[in-house]
């Protein structure tokens, strides 16, 4: 093997190792249950509603990289009759860590239990899906993004993800609560459940 092939290759495998102390470590130095609060706020400018992590958060480094959080809620603005526009009873993913270096994604698990959904539209004819994503009030809005390369050419470089695979995806218990207050309906879609194995 030429000099130049093993100098490379040695250079991924201390990167490979890098990453990985990094990931075993990060819990050990990171206490993630006191940046809670941060992790609230920095996902509500994100999101444009309030987030509200109840349960404890749990991640796991090696040889699946994931988190699990339990207790989850996105808030609705004002003005509507629910409190939350989600609630999850869990979530939880783990990804495979090695192949996510050469951009290829493995899901070992990407689940989502007792999902509650709630998509409601007041009198005026507003709904709770308005303004999703967009950022407060008194954030500056963020500059358009310049317009796409072209993906078939490879200009730009393209999606960073190669492939994507997934073992298991499942959704549990799920339940949708569709309430038009103009209307004076209110609709209930319950016990949903899907489970998928296997996907790529």
Known sequence: MPKVLKWILGILVVCGVMVITAMLLAPVFFNLEKMK????????????????????????????????????????????????????????VRVKLLPLLSGQVVIKRFVVKEPRIVLETTKAGRSNLEGLGSPKADQ?????????????????????????????????????????????????????????????
């Open 140 to 200: 500056p809005p963020a500059s358009p993004a310049p317009f796409p390369p072209d993906l078939k050419t490879g200009d730009g470089g393209g999606l960073p993800i190669k492939s994507l695979k997934a073992e298991e995806f499942a959704v549990v218990g799920g339940h949708v609560l569709m309430i038009d207050q103009a209307a004076g309906t209110r609709q209930v879609i319950d016990a949903i459940n899907l489970t998928l194995t296997n996907l790529s």
């Open 37 to 92: 609060p941060r992790i609230e706020a920095e996902a509500a400018k994100v999101i444009g509603r309030p987030l509200t992590l109840g349960g404890k958060i749990e991640p796991s480094v090696f040889p699946w990289v994931g988190i699990s959080l339990a207790d989850v809620h996105l808030g609705n603005p004002e003005g509507f009759s629910q409190k939350d526009f989600v609630a999850l009873g869990l979530f939880e």
